[in-house]
């Protein structure tokens, strides 16, 4: 009895491990992760070659996993607006009736006690 309650345990403490550092959902309303998509957004229209800026449309997923900080990973939509990126209103438009969205990639890191997040993954495609 003692071995089977024995083994019970160590299974557990196993199954316990390997959660730790797991990601875990977080809401798409989170102001952190509202504020990482626009970050994204950001970063996005500063490196893709062409001419048209491009604007938020939805954030569809986003997860937080805890590691020397915080990671995050926020899925979410853009668009083409009408607007050059060098509009200084380019972030006043609107998404084109005929864009075709892009689903974008992001993971972010977060230092313990810092505002400041790392872009340390992005990736975006036609979304399907």
């Not at 970050?39 to 569809?60: C, M, S």
């Not at 668009?79 to 200084?88: L, M, N, P």
């Amino acid at each position: 009895m003692k071995f089977i309650l024995f083994a019970v345990c160590l299974i557990g403490a196993v199954f316990a491990i390997e959660m730790d550092g797991g990601w875990s959902s977080i809401s798409v309303d989170h102001p952190t992760v509202i504020q990482l998509a626009a970050k994204g957004v950001e970063h996005h229209n500063k490196i893709a070659n062409n001419l048209y800026y491009k604007k938020l449309i939805t954030i569809k997923e986003a997860k937080s996993q805890v590691v020397a900080g915080m990671n995050y990973e926020v899925k979410f939509l853009i668009g083409k607006t009408e607007c050059v990126k060098s509009d200084a209103n380019a972030a006043s438009c609107e998404v084109s009736a005929n864009a075709i969205p892009e689903l974008c990639t992001y993971v972010f890191w977060v230092r313990p006690g810092s505002d400041n997040a790392q872009i340390t993954q992005a990736s975006c495609a036609p979304a399907k």
